[in-house]
């Protein structure tokens, strides 16, 4: 091996070509369990590695690289979350699936979470479950009544919720089943049971449509470009201008500092915003029938809008973070602002071709 796998555009933290080319070795020969896999890899990625060269010389793709790291750094806080010995030592050596899909809740409760798991043997689809159901309740300002703030309770608690809804006996009693076996508390299972005799069922309120946006044509990529000023100028102006370099996949340019600009084309929804706002993140965070990819999107929320309406997602604070949420009644919690749009990266089957002068339109 002449040479190892960095990307130039991005050096990160760096290690020795000595310390990366050992990890990269311990990586293609699987050395150790999977929670050290993920160490070394966010060692490599933080020194400046791509991704895709890490996938060439180690044979882990990189969406394989994103679970391992991210689940690696969700079992390292379990025992700062008080999980139990026997519940960290079943998930160093597997489990990198299920413990990534805790990532976004906080240290007790990714303990409680994986405690749960580990009791009922789980799988990914459950996991993704519970977490939702953990999130969504620890909104409560006060639990429901009967239901404790054990994860099992929490995950009955939507049972509970959803079975009184359903009119289909077959999904019904699906869900009293469900709930009945991570019920925690006494009096829960007891508000379980009821529901096998009572067959009232209150009306479903639907989540709203998410706000989803995607560019599709080139010409809807916006350019920021920066204003020298008004002639007359001095050599001094124009070269007080600063360099606009756009990055990822929506073009983000950093003008001074930790400050940020975006520019998004002229939709009514954008114009109509008095106070909007962009934040990136990964479209996983949100649940949407139509989502069969995660991929990053730009949430544009509108600061000056924040009185509920059951028609919208919001954002909200949960744990000390921003977080998006739709509620199908008034919350007890403060509302930081309302999502308008959700914009999806063009889709770019090659980034070179509209690079081409040749391909400019006459």
């Keep these: 091996m002449n040479s190892s796998p ?18 990269l070795r311990q990586l293609r020969q699987k050395q150790g369990n999977w929670v050290e896999w993920g160490s070394a890899i966010a060692i490599l990625q933080k020194a400046g590695y791509n991704p895709q060269k890490i996938f060439e010389e180690t044979g882990f793709e990189p969406i394989q690289q994103n679970q391992v790291v991210v689940g ?9 979350g008080g999980a139990s010995p026997s519940t960290c030592n079943h998930f160093q050596q597997r489990g990198s699936d299920i413990l990534y899909e805790f990532r976004l809740l906080t240290n007790d409760e990714r303990a409680a979470a ?45 049972c509970w919720k959803l079975a009184r809804q359903n009119s289909d006996l077959q999904v019904r ?6 709930g009945l076996k991570y019920a925690h508390s006494e009096d829960v299972r007891h508000k379980i049971e ?68 975006i520019a998004l084309p002229g939709w009514q929804v954008i114009n109509a915003a008095e106070d909007p706002v962009g934040i990136l993140c990964s479209s996983d965070r949100f ?39 739709w ?6 919690i403060p509302l930081h602002g309302k999502i308008i749009v959700i914009l999806r990266p063009k889709k770019v089957l090659d980034e070179e071709f509209n690079k081409d002068v040749w391909q400019i339109e006459e």
């Design 72 to 80: 690696s750094q969700v079992y390292n806080s379990l025992s700062q």
């Design 173 to 178: 009693s699906r869900l009293i089943a469900k």
């Design 287 to 325: 649940s949407s029938p139509n989502q069969t990819v995660t991929e990053p999107v730009l949430v544009v929320i509108d600061r000056a809008q924040r009185e509920w309406d059951i028609s919208s997602y919001f954002v909200v604070e949960h744990n000390g973070e921003l977080d998006f949420q």
């Design 114 to 158: 994986a405690e749960l798991a580990f009791n009922h043997k789980i799988d990914c689809d459950e996991a993704r479950e519970i977490a939702r159901a953990i999130k969504d309740f620890s909104r409560f300002r006060q639990f429901p009544e009967g239901f404790s703030n054990h994860p099992g309770d929490a995950v009955a608690y939507q």
């Design 194 to 261: 009821q529901l096998l005799t009572d067959f009232t069922v209150e009306s479903k309120k639907n989540a709203p449509t998410l706000p989803f946006y995607r560019i599709e044509s080139a010409s809807e990529v916006p350019r920021m470009i920066p204003i020298v000023g008004e002639l007359p100028l001095g050599v001094q102006d124009l070269r007080a201008v600063p360099i606009i370099d756009p990055v990822g996949r929506f073009n983000v340019v950093k003008i001074a500092g930790e400050q940020a600009w």
């Design 327 to 332: 509620f199908d009644s008034e919350p007890e």
């Design 6 to 23: 960095k990307n130039p555009e991005n050096p990160g933290t760096p290690i020795s070509e000595t310390e990366a080319l050992e990890l």
